[in-house]
């Protein structure tokens, strides 16, 4: 016969056997749609089938020969290997791509892996390159920036098995928020002395964890390998609160929580407390009953449990009170002796601890104190005041120091909601200080102890910088970890966010001819200043459309002065570590690592196309040919289809003319070498003179205007495209690496 103890034992084996079957039974498919493809489980959002799916983006086709699904994106497909509603991640086989001894391209092999709408994990993919004298980059859709790694070894003996630490096998991350990613691959020195054990170069993305190098990957890796790649998915690309204000298109059903996406890629849903299931079926996520789940259940007396919708209560026996819950507030006994005494024992403790945490704040004040007191010094903070002393003797205007308490109220902390904008220097905060000033305070990201004097020196030359179109430095605060620049704030945003319409504004173009002219007017007047008129010549080496800001009159302001560089008066160039942005960046630069006035010339020429023709620097949605702006807008001109790839809402009658002037001036100024391009000061009287022109258009010289205009018109002596240049620009990514 059973005692009464088995019994209860076996009662609760039942109960959570039958919690179990439960949570099973929990649907996450459309009634009536396939809930498994092969041996993959398709929840909704996903679905096989028409209306099994939210939308196309969540589609799945499954091969029913072979029980394989398949993900659609962006018009392909991918092999899918498993989906995960809970942290919303894809499993998917992608490609990789190789370079052979025996491959007759001299250029690098490249590949583009498009994913979207999804996003390629940054913290759960590597990218890894196999080969033992090889080289290769990735770049991001999201971030123009690329990185890379390089793997060389002359022996296969000294290849170590499962390491990729840059012998026969090397790794690199990618950066946050894309959607889409390029890589290429190639030799370093043609495979000389490995051809033999190492004959290919392979580059792809993997999934951290799933890829082990072997040396006999060397010669065993073959094309058309593929590697699981971990993908982000998120609903529709909107936010929480934007998606709830319609309610026949929000996600989220019963008993869940949204939340927000990084980098604008949606909201995913969860089951709220107390609830499970899927929370993107139109029934919603249903009630949890604790009491038959012995790690939930934490009631001192498991059967005095009683399930609520969502959530549970437990009761004490009669004669105590209490929530009845272990690690809560338990059962006590009303009566119970040496209450007194243990309510003494506890204010004793609580004086204690008051005491002991008065003590911590004390010295922990004084550690802060004294850590402000060493950054101070370690970022030049006593040089600073010496230069700032002798500058306030002179008739400029001295930079002020701001205290880190300053800058944390004007920011509210650094709150996320006064985030102007993010970039690879840094991240800049919109504050106000106690006079009610609104300034634009930069935080940079990282510090370099070895050049305290040049960053003192720079933060004070350009705080005596007074051009009207260059954001003014007002001062900076030296008591933190890494130096924080307060700067003038600019009310309308970017050039960029205005002629792409990142606002989204789908009417016509915001900006007309005539100010598009002044503005870029005004940019070239501001660089003329910096390489010409300033004190110590400046390279500002970062020149992009998002790097101008634009005040509430449309005019130009040159900023984040980051990765500019003081030129001594006595050099022309300096040799630098390759900076900028992919798009915008020089490629005599690029190659020679050389650093002149001209790289901004360049830069500033592929601003001017943006304005001619409202596209994007870089786009890997593109068709290949113009993928590239700079070498697309040449061709266009050398083709005579320049007004094919003008924006059509610039031209009319009156402006035509004064388009194609600027067409040629931007040509010049993006001439792969330096030599041929213009000076910055030529470049920004000739726009001035045109915009003189737009006002006082009797004032043109017809014959200087005809000699111009006719470099647009076909031409049998020219080639299309000198070779040098499409060479250099189709091979940027891959020149980065290699540094030849």
């Known amino acids: 016969m059973k005692t009464r103890g088995q019994v209860f034992a076996l009662l609760v084996l039942i109960s959570v056997l039958l919690y179990a079957a439960q949570a099973e039974a929990q649907a996450q498919t459309k009634l009536g749609c396939p809930d498994r493809c092969g041996d993959v489980s398709i929840p909704y959002p996903f679905g096989v089938g028409e209306g099994c799916y939210l939308d196309k983006s969540f589609q799945i086709t499954c091969n029913s020969s072979s029980s394989q699904p398949f993900l659609h994106h962006n018009g392909s497909i991918s092999a899918l290997l498993s989906i995960s509603t809970g942290n919303g991640e894809l499993s998917v086989l992608s490609s990789m791509v190789s370079d052979c001894y025996d491959d007759p391209s001299p250029m690098p092999d490249l ?3 498009n994913f979207s709408p999804f996003t390629i994990s940054s913290t759960r ?70 051809s033999t054990f190492s004959p290919c170069s392979y580059a792809f ?93 934490q009631c001192l007396e498991k059967k005095s449990c009683k399930d609520t919708i969502g959530n ?86 001295a930079a ?55 960053f003192i020196n720079e933060v004070m030359i350009l705080s005596q910088i007074n051009h009207r179109n260059i954001v003014k430095l007002l001062g900076c605060c030296l008591e933190t970890r890494v130096p924080l620049l307060v700067y003038e704030f600019v009310t309308n945003g970017t050039l960029f966010d205005h002629i792409h319409n990142t606002n989204g504004t789908n009417g016509r173009i915001l900006i007309p001819w005539e100010t598009r002219l002044r503005i870029a007017t005004e940019v070239a007047e501001a660089l003329s200043y910096m390489h010409s008129a300033a004190s110590t010549p400046i390279i500002h080496r970062d020149v992009k459309s998002a790097n101008i800001l634009l005040d509430k009159n449309y005019t130009a302001k040159v900023s984040d002065f980051g990765a500019s560089k003081l030129i001594p008066l006595d050099k022309y160039e300096l040799t630098t570590l390759v900076q900028g942005t992919l798009g915008y960046l020089d490629p005599e630069y690029l190659h020679s690592s050389q650093l002149t006035e001209k790289s901004d010339v360049y830069s500033f020429g592929v601003v001017l196309i943006e304005l001619l023709t409202r596209k994007r620097p870089i786009s890997f949605t593109r068709i290949e040919e113009e993928r590239n702006l700079a070498m697309h807008f040449i061709t ?74 006719q470099e647009l018109l076909p031409n049998s002596s020219k080639s299309a495209v000198d070779s040098t240049s499409d060479s250099m620009v189709k091979s940027v990514i891959f020149e980065i690496g290699s540094g030849r």
Request: net charge neutral; glycine share 10%.
């Open 111 to 113: 590949i583009t892996l």
């Open 636 to 709: 266009s001109i050398q083709e005579n289809r320049l007004l094919q790839v003008v924006d059509y809402l610039l031209l009319d009658e009156k402006n035509i003319n004064d388009v194609k002037r600027v067409a040629m001036l931007a040509k010049r100024c993006v001439s792969v070498k330096g030599d041929e391009r213009p000076k910055m000061k030529d470049v920004a009287i000739e726009l001035r003179g045109l915009c003189s022109t737009e006002n006082h258009p009797w004032e043109k010289n017809d014959l200087l205007y005809e000699q111009e205009t």
């Open 400 to 454: 002020k120091i701001y205290t880190e308490n300053d800058l944390k109220k004007a920011t509210d902390n650094y709150h996320e909601s006064l985030i102007l904008g993010k970039g690879g220097q840094g991240t800049v905060y919109k504050g106000t200080l106690p006079d009610n000033q609104i300034v634009a305070v930069k935080k940079s990201k990282i510090g370099d102890d070895t050049q305290v004097e040049g």
């Open 312 to 397: 549970y209560t437990c009761s004490c026996p009669e004669g105590n009170q209490g929530d009845g819950k272990i690690g809560g507030q338990g059962c006590s006994n009303n009566q119970q002796p040496g209450k007194q005494i243990i309510l003494g024992v506890s204010i004793g403790i609580l004086i204690l601890l008051l005491a002991v945490s008065w003590l911590y704040f004390v010295l922990r004040k004084r550690r802060l104190i004294k850590l402000k007191e060493k950054y101070f010094q370690e970022n030049g903070g006593y040089l600073f005041m010496q230069k700032n002393s002798e500058q306030g003797q002179s008739s400029t205007k």
């Open 205 to 297: 993305m993997v999934e951290e964890g799933k890829y082990s190098f072997s040396s006999t990957d060397l010669l065993n890796l073959k094309k058309g390998k593929q590697f699981p790649v971990i993908l982000e998915w998120g609903i529709g690309n909107t936010t929480c609160e934007e998606g709830r204000r319609n309610k026949e298109l929000y996600a989220c059903k019963h008993n869940s929580e949204c939340y927000d996406l990084d980098y604008d890629f949606g909201y995913r849903c969860n089951c709220s407390v107390g609830y499970q299931g899927n929370p993107y079926l139109p029934d919603g996520c249903k009630n949890i009953n604790e009491c038959l789940d012995p790690h939930l259940n």
């Open 125 to 194: 993919n590597k990218m890894v390159a196999v080969g033992c004298d090889t080289i290769a980059v990735v770049g991001g859709s999201l971030d123009s920036n690329i990185t890379g790694c390089l793997s060389q070894c002359s022996d296969i003996r000294n290849v170590t098995n499962s390491s990729c630490i840059g012998q026969g096998c090397c790794e690199t991350t990618i950066n946050t928020g894309n959607t889409a990613i390029a890589i290429a691959t190639s030799s370093y020195q043609n495979y000389t002395n490995v």
